[in-house]
């Protein structure tokens, strides 16, 4: 599978993006597709997964409220609206894949394997 994630860009505080992860090259659906991540000196850290199937959605304390992982199985794409952006936002962006396994654990990068190339959020003060 191949992704690739756009969107990213350089707003200020209270402005809106939306990321697009658009996969393909894939024989199989996934178990869920997530956005992590990684500001500079930080580890990679969950953002939100939605399930390929149903609409399951999981996110991370916190960004409840101001971001919204959505999907369209018809252009094989994962969205992340994202508002009210604050600085403590900015990082680079990657969606990855979870593949169809007994346990799925969406917060941890280890079951994602596949990753986007990211894209770079900057929300300036």
């Known amino acids: 599978v191949q992704l690739q994630a756009s969107g990213g860009g350089l707003v200020q505080t209270g402005d809106s993006l939306r990321l697009s992860c658009l996969a393909s090259e894939f024989s199989s659906s996934p178990a869920v597709v997530g956005w992590f991540r990684q500001a500079p000196g930080k580890e990679r850290e969950f953002v939100a997964a939605?399930?390929?199937?149903?609409?399951?959605?999981f996110y991370e304390d916190f960004v409840k409220g101001r971001f919204t992982i959505s999907r369209d199985n018809a252009k094989n794409t994962v969205y992340l609206q994202m508002n009210s952006l604050t600085p403590e936002d900015t990082a680079v962006y990657h969606c990855?894949?979870?593949?169809?396994?007994?346990?799925?654990?969406?917060?941890?990068?280890?079951?994602?394997?596949?990753w986007g190339q990211g894209t770079q959020v900057t929300v300036s003060s």
């Open positions: 939605i399930r390929w199937i149903g609409s399951r959605t």
């Open positions: 990855a894949w979870h593949p169809q396994t007994a346990t799925v654990v969406v917060e941890s990068p280890r079951g994602y394997n596949a």
